[in-house]
C-alpha cells in the first residue's frame, strides 16, 4: 500500500512538473515579444541569468535609462558590476518592487534613478505595466507590484474590473495573449532571437538623432520657473519609497534627468523640490553646465529627441560613475571573469556597430573603419572628381586605398579591405565585377556599370540609386552585414546618407 502510494506520489510530482514546464515555454511563446528598442523580455532574461550577490550599481528608470546608461561600460571602465533596469514607459511603482528584489539577490550599493515618470501628461496605461511586469519572474515582489496596480487603477469608471482576474492575468501570460495565436512567427519560438542589443540591461543604440530645434531649445533655464503642470502623484509617491528604501538599506542615490527634449522646466522644478526635502543629489543632464561637465554633443549624442544613443550614454555613464567613485567603495570585478569573454567582445562588436552607424558625417564615419576587423567594400560608377571629395581622401588613403578620386571621372570603380588590407581595387572604363566570400560562406558579389551599381549579399540584391562612394561593411567576427552608406556631393558639400541592412532597396 505504502509503495503504491509512493508511486502516486511520485507521478503527482513529475506530472506537475512536466506541467509546469511545458505551461511556462508555452506561456512564453504567446507573450509578445516587445519590439521596441528597450526589448524588456530580454533585458530581464539576462537579469535572471547573472550569478547572484555580484550587482553592486542599478540605474533605475524607464526607457531613457536603458538607452542611456550603459552597465557594460561601468563594468570595462571602473569593475563595477552594474545593471540598467528600465523599459519603456516602465512606471516608479516596478521600479521600486524590482529594486526589492535586487536588494534580496544582490549586494546593492548605490542607485541612479531617472526621473522620468513622475512628470507625465499622460494617463497610466496597463500595456506599461504588462510589458514592465511581464519578465519578473513569480515572487511576493511581483504579487505585490500587480497588487499596488489593481489598487491604483480602482476608480468609478474601472468597476467592472475584477481583481482576480487581472491577478491572473499578470501571474500567467497565458491567459492574457492566448489570442495571439494566429500572430504568432519565428521570434515567438526562440529565445535567443529575441530582439535588440542588450548588455546587463542597457540597450545599445546605432542611431544618430538629425534635430530639428535649436540647441537653446534643448535646454532647460534653471533660472526660469514656470506654471506647475501635471504631476502624477502615484509615481511621485513610489519614488519616495525608493528613497527611503536606499536610505534603509544605507545605499547611495543620486536622482538624474537623461537629455530629454521634451523634458521642461515644472518637472525640473519639482523634482529639485523633492530632491532637497529628501536631502538626496539631483542631476538634471538638460543644463548647460551639465551637457558640458559630460562633453555632450548636440548633433551626435541623440539617438532621438528624447534618448542618448551609443555615444551619449558612454559620456553620462562614465561622468556618473567617477561622481559615485568617490563616494562608494566597490568591488573590482574586471579579473573576476564573471561577465565572460565572449559576451564582452559582443558588447565591443556592439558598440563599434553603434559608433559607426551613428556618424554625422563622411569624415567620421571613415575614421570608425580604421582599424577594425571589417571587410569593406567601395563601389562608384560615377564622377568622383569634384573638390568636395578632397575631404575624404586623406580617410581613403589611411584606410588601405590607393585611388586617387580625382582620376576617378566616368570611371567604374571597385575596391575591398579586409582587416585593413586591400584585397582588391580598380577603375576603368570597362564594367567591373568582383566576388568575394564572408567568413568563407556567405558571398558578396560587386557589379559596377555606368547604368549603376548592384550588391548581392548572401542571396540578396542591394540597388544604390544614391550617386558617389557606395560603401558596404562585413564584421569579419560575425560574418554580419552591418553598414552601407554612400558619399556624395550636392551644392558643393560632401555628404552621408546611411540606410538600414534591413531595409532592401535604394539608397
Excluded at 251 to 275: C, F, M, N, R
Aim: with cysteine; aromatic share 14%.
Amino acid at each position: 500500500m505504502k509503495k503504491r502510494s509512493m508511486k502516486t506520489a511520485v507521478k503527482i510530482v513529475a506530472f506537475i512538473a512536466a506541467f509546469s514546464v511545458v505551461f511556462s515555454y508555452v506561456s512564453f511563446v504567446f507573450q509578445p515579444k516587445a519590439q521596441d528598442p528597450t526589448a524588456e523580455i530580454k533585458a530581464m532574461q539576462q537579469y535572471y541569468a547573472l550569478p547572484k550577490n555580484k550587482i553592486e550599481f542599478l540605474f533605475l528608470g524607464n526607457s531613457q535609462i536603458s538607452c542611456g546608461a550603459d552597465a557594460v561600460r561601468m563594468y570595462n571602465r571602473n569593475g563595477i558590476f552594474a545593471y540598467t533596469f528600465g523599459g519603456g514607459s516602465n512606471p516608479l511603482l516596478v521600479n521600486y518592487y524590482f529594486l526589492l528584489e535586487a536588494i534580496e539577490r544582490h549586494n546593492i550599493k548605490a542607485v541612479t534613478i531617472d526621473v522620468s515618470a513622475v512628470y507625465n501628461e499622460d494617463d497610466p496605461f496597463d500595456a506599461a505595466y504588462r510589458k514592465n511586469l511581464d519578465g519578473m519572474r513569480l515572487s511576493k515582489y511581483k504579487l505585490a507590484a500587480v497588487r499596488d496596480y489593481i489598487n491604483f487603477i480602482k476608480t468609478p469608471e474601472t468597476e467592472e474590473y475584477k481583481p482576480y482576474q487581472i491577478y491572473l492575468s499578470y501571474l500567467f501570460n497565458l491567459l492574457n495573449y492566448h489570442p495571439r495565436w494566429n500572430e504568432l512567427d519565428e521570434v515567438d519560438f526562440d529565445r535567443e532571437m529575441l530582439d535588440g542589443e542588450h548588455f546587463n540591461g542597457y540597450y545599445a543604440t546605432e542611431k544618430c538623432w538629425e534635430p530639428d530645434v535649436s540647441y537653446k531649445k534643448f535646454l532647460i533655464n534653471t533660472k526660469q520657473k514656470l506654471h506647475k503642470k501635471y504631476i502624477r502623484e502615484e509615481q511621485a509617491d513610489y519614488l519616495i519609497k525608493i528613497l527611503d528604501t536606499c536610505k534603509a538599506n544605507h545605499i547611495e542615490v543620486l536622482l538624474i534627468k537623461t537629455p530629454k527634449k521634451s523634458w521642461e522646466q515644472p518637472g525640473h522644478d519639482y523634482v529639485q523640490q523633492l530632491a532637497d526635502e529628501q536631502g538626496v543629489p539631483f542631476m538634471d543632464f538638460n543644463t548647460y553646465e551639465n551637457l558640458k561637465a559630460i562633453g555632450y554633443v548636440y548633433k551626435q549624442d541623440m539617438r532621438d529627441k528624447d534618448h542618448l544613443n551609443a555615444r551619449g550614454a558612454i559620456k553620462l555613464t562614465d561622468y556618473i560613475a567617477d561622481y559615485f567613485a568617490q563616494r562608494v567603495e566597490f568591488t573590482d570585478y574586471r579579473d573576476s571573469g564573471v561577465l565572460d569573454a565572449e559576451f564582452l567582445a559582443s558588447y565591443e562588436r556592439a558598440i563599434k556597430r553603434c559608433y559607426l552607424n551613428s556618424s554625422h558625417s563622411p569624415e567620421r564615419y571613415l575614421t570608425e573603419l580604421k582599424g577594425k576587423d571589417y571587410t569593406i567594400t567601395f563601389q562608384s560608377d560615377g564622377d568622383l572628381s569634384a573638390e568636395a571629395f578632397s575631404a575624404v581622401q586623406d580617410e581613403l588613403t589611411e584606410l588601405g586605398l590607393t585611388v586617387k578620386l580625382s582620376d576617378l571621372k566616368n570611371r567604374n570603380y571597385i575596391a575591398v579591405l579586409n582587416n585593413g588590407k586591400p584585397e582588391y581595387e580598380e577603375a576603368s572604363s570597362d564594367d567591373l565585377k568582383y566576388k568575394l566570400s564572408i567568413l568563407s560562406k556567405n558571398d558578396v558579389s560587386l557589379k559596377c556599370t555606368q547604368d549603376g551599381n548592384t550588391t548581392w549579399v548572401f542571396d540578396t540584391k542591394y540597388n544604390f540609386a544614391q550617386g558617389g562612394l557606395r560603401i558596404c561593411v562585413f564584421e569579419n567576427a560575425t560574418g554580419e552585414f552591418i553598414s552601407r552608406v554612400s558619399i556624395y556631393e550636392e551644392n558643393g558639400k560632401l555628404l552621408l546618407k546611411q540606410k538600414k541592412i534591413y531595409e532592401i532597396g535604394e539608397v
